[in-house]
């Protein structure tokens, strides 16, 4: 039987993803901020300027973006991490180990190919008589 999981078990895994992950954190921060700046750009003016003002719509705007991006980054699981660090050191040890190669190629002469052996074997001398 399958483990369901509770409300309670939600959030409390989504509570300790915002306290651990640093990008939610930062959408937050951006978002509360923003629609902060927003609230008191409103509160300060008429209304009537207030719904003309192209400030306080961009800056809710950006806090309600901000915000939603932190909502969906919370819905799915954290990205692996990259790993470029370590592929890049593979890459810089194998180029070091070709330059090493080729150097001490060029330093060598080129290796002579055996001359083929014959696969006849060879005529004998002729036998010389010698006379006594």
Do not use: C, N, Y
């Amino acid at each position: 039987m399958p483990k369901t999981t509770t409300t309670t078990d939600r959030a409390k895994l989504i509570l300790l993803r915002v306290f651990e992950d640093e990008e939610v954190q930062g959408h937050l921060r951006t978002g509360v901020t923003r629609l902060h700046e927003a609230w008191g750009r409103a509160a300060r003016g008429r209304p009537s300027k207030a719904v003309e003002d192209k400030k306080l719509w961009t800056k809710a705007r950006e806090g309600a973006t901000s915000l939603a991006k932190a909502g969906r980054s919370l819905g799915r699981k954290p990205d692996p991490p990259k790993r470029t660090g370590r592929k890049l050191v593979l890459v810089a040890a194998a180029a070091g180990v070709v330059v090493v190669v080729l150097k001490k190629r060029q330093g060598q002469p080129a290796p002579q190919a055996p001359e083929p052996a014959a696969t006849a074997s060879p005529a004998p001398a002729p036998e010389q008589q010698t006379t006594a």
